[in-house]
């Protein structure tokens, strides 16, 4: 590619972060889109995330898709060449061999034989089929000057890690055939994320839940340590939905974060000039789920995630400090990844 054609592209990449942002020539690159889907009753949770690596070496080269079902805490990291994965910029769309993405649904095609047991606890095999629609979306809210999620950070190039929260919450239509279970996601919620760059962030806090008693309610939450040239810092984007109107917290917005530690949970306080939110979270530690991210130009487990997590929501009015919602929410997913002392603020007092 020319140097003029790169950078045209780059802009128009950090532009539209939904996008693929590699290349072929890229090494320590990876791209992943991550779908997750929760039943009308929330009782049943299954997060897809098709994408790619590059390692250093071609022979390290792969595309993948990553299956992961919440209620009986399982996993599946299905490899295939990099070749199996392609993309459309316009209309947006990914595809990893047979299954095929983008954000309006999801439609994999997964026959995985059996394998001897791993030793990580992935499941030995999948078998995965449906199709699955995602409506009615809502969507960060930006500006072109200020795209995505992530804003104007798109634009800062060789960051370690970019994010960008695809769909808010999304009204989910269709089902999946989960290794013989029908999975019925007709009335439930769904929500799309993606992640690219060299790697994970050393430290980090995910929190997501679209199933709360007040069913106009979603959160979604990320915070990570963050290397910026000598130094680093801890960057943050969360964004509330409720009865319609659209709340963000953000490094970019000026909100502050407090983080403390509830045992093995944690307190999140996030605060700006017109609203303050608190999130509390609360985990079983049999129902997180080791899955594989990008460390050191590999794919490795080191990603510890639940998606029957629970989450306290208090959003509250600055102005007059009252309460605009309170609510509790449930199949939730949760990260707590990487080295913690690195974010938290306050550990817990007897």
Not at 36 to 62: C, N, Q, Y
Not at 214 to 243: A, D, K, Q, W, Y
Not at 312 to 338: I, R
Request: glycine share 10%; net charge neutral; with cysteine.
């Amino acid at each position: 590619m020319r140097p003029l054609q790169g950078c045209v592209q780059m802009w128009r990449n950090s532009r539209f972060p939904d996008r693929y942002h590699g290349t072929s020539q890229m090494r320590r690159f990876f791209e992943g889109w991550y779908f997750k889907m929760v039943t009308r009753d929330g009782s049943r949770a299954v997060a897809l995330i098709p994408g790619v690596f590059w390692g250093d070496h071609e022979g390290e080269h792969h595309s993948f898709l990553q299956v992961l079902d919440g209620k009986n805490a399982t996993y599946d990291y299905i490899k295939d060449r990099a070749s199996a994965f392609s993309f459309s910029a316009k209309p947006f769309s990914i595809r990893v061999k047979d299954s095929q993405f983008s954000l309006d649904l999801v439609e994999p095609r997964v026959s995985r034989k059996s394998a001897p047991q791993d030793p990580r606890g992935e499941r030995p095999s999948t078998n995965l089929t449906g199709l699955v629609e995602f409506s009615d979306q809502v969507r960060w809210q930006d500006r072109w000057y200020s795209p995505g999620s992530m804003g104007v950070y798109n634009f800062i190039p060789y960051m370690q890690c970019y994010s960008q929260v695809c769909v808010v919450d999304a009204a989910l239509r269709g089902g999946l055939n989960l290794n013989g279970e029908i999975i019925d996601f007709t009335g439930g919620r769904g929500y799309v994320e993606k992640n690219w760059g060299r790697a994970f962030p050393y430290s980090w806090v995910w929190v997501q839940c679209s199933t709360f008693d007040e069913p106009t309610v979603t959160v979604n939450c990320s915070i990570g340590h963050v290397p910026m040239g000598p130094g680093s810092f801890r960057g943050h984007l969360t964004s509330v939905t409720f009865n319609g109107k659209f709340y963000a917290f953000t490094t970019m917005n000026r909100s502050s974060l407090t983080i403390r530690s509830l045992g093995k949970d944690l307190e999140l306080e996030f605060a700006n000039r017109q609203n303050r939110l608190v999130l509390r979270t609360y985990s079983e530690r049999q129902s997180f789920i080791l899955c594989r991210g990008p460390r050191n130009g590999e794919m490795v487990p080191m990603v510890w995630e639940s998606l029957q997590g629970q989450v306290d929501l208090e959003l509250y009015d600055q102005a007059s400090g009252s309460l605009l919602v309170k609510s509790h929410g449930v199949a939730a997913g949760l990260e707590y990844g990487g080295e913690q002392m690195q974010i938290i603020d306050e550990e817990p007092t007897e």
